[in-house]
Structures are given as structure tokens and as C-alpha cells.
């Protein structure tokens, strides 16, 4: 099959021709329809993964059709329309049992743990417990979207946040996932303030539901306090940065929740936190990573609904010739938009 592939981290990945993927028993592999470009996937491809084995090729956010099938599995049988989240579970530990795969202790990531979907094919363990049937009007770009940026925002938004309708969300950072965190929190019924430094995504983020939307290179946090009257019930980081996470804590009321979404890794892994702020008013610090399949129905039931649109927040589609390019300036610049491989 043809895939993105690199045998070093951070040296420019090529396209190459590698062996098809087999399923396990009980397993599947699917055939890419559509994959997304993460930043998520910069930082595997820049070695801040410690599950990253060489060679490696990246890809996480996919939705295909059933290839094959493994023999022990019941529930999909080939031609099927499916997305996957980027977490997959194992289904035997403790918490698999209790419903919270996306914190499974011995998960898969397709991308990271193990070769993903920048190619024709991709494997998927544990198909019965992780593969999400897809609604037949949903094309393949847009369900691409869903596995890492769209569900990352629904689970940070309505199961960490549980934003209700009235209160005030910030949202710092109008990418992917950011964007998204907008959409859903305003169908949610919330005050949402967008936060960027690109006009372009500022504007967007008004569309899709902002009630105000801030310049970061300013006093975001004044600003913020001033607009809420008092601050932010619920404020989240979607980029992934000292700068965002400082801000979206500081731009919070007392007692607010702050919901760390963007990955921070490499060196921000550590990044020093505003205590007085969080002891004194009492801040809740949540993380926010994924979400599981079995959540996914509430989630396709306000898209089918039209109460969420994802399709709108689909940017560029590439082919897989352009994708590592694409890989490698992930944190140089991003589009508007989820950029998604769609020809292969």
C-alpha cells in the first residue's frame, strides 16, 4: 500500500510503498477514505511520543470503509462505513469496565502506538469495542474530523466542562479543535469568547457561535473579565501553550473550571501554573483526551439533528503526496479548517 513514512524523527517523511495490514482476531482493517492533519501528529513525527516506534507512519483522525475482518468479531462485516476514536481501548482493564476508554491503561493509537492512516489501509484492535458506524449522509472528510479535534472538543466541552446554557466559555486558541469547542459550546447555549491571533479564525469563530472574539496579542485576561463580569465559567486551552493555559486560567470567575485540551509536550511539558489564583478561588484544573466510541451517538445525534455542523470546519483536502509537507509545517502555520487527506 501507499503511506507516509519516516525513519527519523524530525528528517522529512516520503511516501512509500509498505506491506497491507492483516486484521488481528479481533480486529478489522479499514480502507482510508479521508484522514485529517493534526498537530498531534507534528509533535509524533518531532519525537515528543515516547510510543513511537521507527519506522512510523502517522495518522490518527480517519474514517474508510471495512477491508477485513477478523474472525472473533461480531458487529462489522466489510463495506461497513466506520470512524474510529483516536483512542482505542483494550476492553479488560479497569477503566475499559467502567466506560472510560479514552483512559484505557493500555491503549492503542492508531498513528502513535502503532502504524496509522496516512496510507490506503489502517488496523484497528478490538473492533467490537472501538469502531463507530458512520451516518450515511456524513462524506468521509467530515467524519475524519471527528476521531481527534471534534470529539476531543465534545467530550472537553459537554462531559469534563458539562457546560450549560447562560454560562460564559473562552476558548483560547480557534484551530481545529478550538473551532469545534465553539460550535458545540454555543449549541450547548453558552456565552462563547473566541480567542487567536489570526483575524481570519476570529471571524469564523464568530460565525459558528461566538458572542465575542479577542485579539491574543492583547490583555486577553482583562478582557475577558471585563466582557463576563467577572470571568469565564468554563475556559479552555485548545492550542497547547504556557501562554493559553495561563490566560484560560486567569480569565476564570472563582470556583471556574479550566480544561486543558491541547497536547503540551516537548518543552512545555512542565509548564509553571498560577496556584494562588487556583487555591485562593478554588479553579478546577480538568484534562480533557479523546472520547469513547460508546460516546459518539450523543455526539452524531446533534449532528444529524443540525444542531453541530462539522462539515464547516473542514478546510483544505490534499492527496497524500502533499501530506508531508503538509506533517511538517503543522506548527509553522495552520489553515482554517481541518486540512484532510483525501486522495490516496
Known sequence: MKAVLFEKFQEAPKVATVVDPTPEEHGVVLKVEATGVCRSDWHGWMGHDSDIDLPHIPGHELA?????????VKNWKVGDRVTVPFICGCGSCSECHTGNQQTCLHQEQPGFTHWGSFAEYVPIHQADLNVVALPEAMDFATAASLGCRFATSFRAVIDQGKVSAGQWVAVHGCGGVGLSAVMI???AGANVIGVDLDPAKLALAKELG??????????????IQEITKGGAHVSLDALGHPATMTNSILCLRPRGKHIQVGLMLGDHAAPAVPMPKIVGQEIELLGSHGMQAHRYGAMLDMVES???????????????????????????????????????
Open 64 to 72: 474508510g470503509v471495512v477491508e477485513a475482518v477478523g474472525k472473533d
Open 185 to 187: 459550546a454555543s449549541a
Open 306 to 344: 443540525g444542531r453541530l455542523d462539522p462539515a464547516r470546519l473542514v478546510g483544505d483536502k490534499i492527496s497524500i503526496d502533499a501530506a508531508p509537507g503538509a506533517l511538517m509545517n503543522m506548527n509553522k502555520f495552520q489553515s482554517i479548517g481541518a486540512t484532510v487527506i483525501t486522495s490516496f
Open 210 to 223: 461566538a458572542v465575542a472574539a479577542i485579539d491574543g496579542k492583547g490583555d486577553v485576561v482583562e478582557a
